[in-house]
């Protein structure tokens, strides 16, 4: 199959997803063409099978904010015409699947059927998708879309309570690969961060509200009370100047290492012990995912699609969003010499359930699916 990939190119969920599914289908043998404004993150290699085509985003003195959905439009009719792509599968609702709508639309006039996928990704259902200021745009897309996918039952169930949805809704996890992820011996940094053998945490997140490190920093703090412990605090975004203050004021900050954005963020979960997790709301846990890969075990919030993922008592435990004290207890439980292998084994037995080989085949199945319908 020939398709077109709608992504954003940034670090992140949803980017991240899109890049490893084409990448994998590339393997595959499809021709996939990314269409974005840069160079995704993880599509840093040659394949002869994948392709990127940039956005242009022409500026005007008129625009206070450049229209980037007509040009993102504008190129994937272009692609699309010139490709004859045979679908176009659009990751993260907005912009990306009102632009691709809309595309179909401009192909239909010449002629041209193109089939459109939505995949919903979390925030763009439930923080900034039902915002009035988009709700009815992202209501018309989904419904509008040939096919739709989400990354859990709970932002299924998400998606159908916060909008008037007419479309069937196909449910596709996210996934990993474990050929990437995996525990490697980085001794070495294991003890340049911990000399005295400390426990290691470790959170990784675009430091955004939803992510409540606030949480994190509180766990820490009162684990680091009971045993000697430094955390390891990896990505960037919005909250981190607040969480650098709260390090401060807790006068932990010598035992927290903020890492900034990583590539090879596996190098750094190869030696960690524990992942925190204590998001408000949270669609999947990708970041949870990985770590559990590297054998991490991960304490999180319940919330969203966390339980689809995170097993309680299993691979790591699940507290209600905000309960601290839940989450240093059951942090202090796992840490323990006898516990910790088996919870380590258990996370990555978990992660293997999520293998890329296993969920790639569910999206061609379901391309199959949706082109048979058309
Ligand atoms: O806020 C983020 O974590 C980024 C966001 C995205 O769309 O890039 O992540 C969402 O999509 C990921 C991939 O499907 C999921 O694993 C994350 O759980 C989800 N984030 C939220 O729901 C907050």
Do not use: W
């Not at 509180?218 to 990896?234: D, G, H, N, S």
């Amino acid at each position: 199959m020939r398709i077109g990939i709608v992504c954003y190119p940034t670090f992140g969920g949803s980017g991240v997803v899109a890049t490893e599914l084409g990448k994998a289908l590339a393997q595959k043998g499809h021709q996939i063409h990314f269409i974005t404004y840069s160079q995704p993150v993880r599509l840093d290699f040659f394949n002869e099978n994948i392709y990127y085509h940039e956005v242009y985003i022409p500026s005007y003195p008129l625009f206070q904010h450049a229209p980037y959905e007509l040009a993102l439009t504008s190129k994937i009719v272009d692609v699309a015409t010139n490709i004859e792509l045979d679908l176009l599968h659009v990751h993260y609702a907005i912009p990306h699947a009102s632009a691709g709508i809309l595309a179909r639309q401009i192909l239909a006039t010449k002629g041209i059927i193109l089939p459109v996928i939505t995949t919903l990704h979390g925030t763009d259902i439930t923080l900034v998708g039902k915002d009035p200021s988009f709700e009815p745009v992202v209501t018309h897309s989904i419904n509008l879309s040939d096919g739709v996918t989400t990354v859990s039952e709970s932002l299924k169930k998400d998606t159908f309570a916060h909008f008037e949805v007419t479309q069937e809704i196909e449910v596709i996890p996210n996934f990993i690969d474990l050929s990437k992820f995996k525990r490697q011996k980085k001794e070495h940094f294991k003890k340049a961060i911990c000399p005295n053998d400390e426990k290691l945490l470790i959170h990784t997140s675009n430091f955004r509200k939803v992510k409540r490190i606030e949480d994190v920093i509180a766990v820490f703090a009162e684990v680091k009370k009971q045993i000697p412990a430094k955390l390891l605090l990896v990505g960037d975004g919005p909250e981190r100047p607040k969480i650098e203050q709260l390090c401060r004021e807790l006068e932990i900050s010598r035992c927290v290492h903020f890492l900034g954005k990583l590539d090879a963020v596996e190098e750094v979960l190869s030696v960690a012990d524990i992942f925190l997790m204590p998001s408000e709301t949270e669609s999947f846990g990708l970041a949870a995912l990985e770590a559990m890969a590297c054998e991490v075990p991960v304490i999180s919030s319940n919330a969203g699609g966390l339980p689809e993922l995170n097993i309680q008592g299993v691979t790591g435990f699940l507290s209600n969003v905000g309960d601290v004290k839940d989450m240093v207890e059951k942090t202090l439980f796992i840490l323990k010499d006898e516990n910790l292998p088996i919870f380590r084994a258990n996370a990555l037995a978990r992660a293997k359930e999520f293998e890329i080989s296993k969920i790639v085949p569910l999206y061609e199945g379901y391309y199959e699916k949706v082109l048979e319908r058309i």
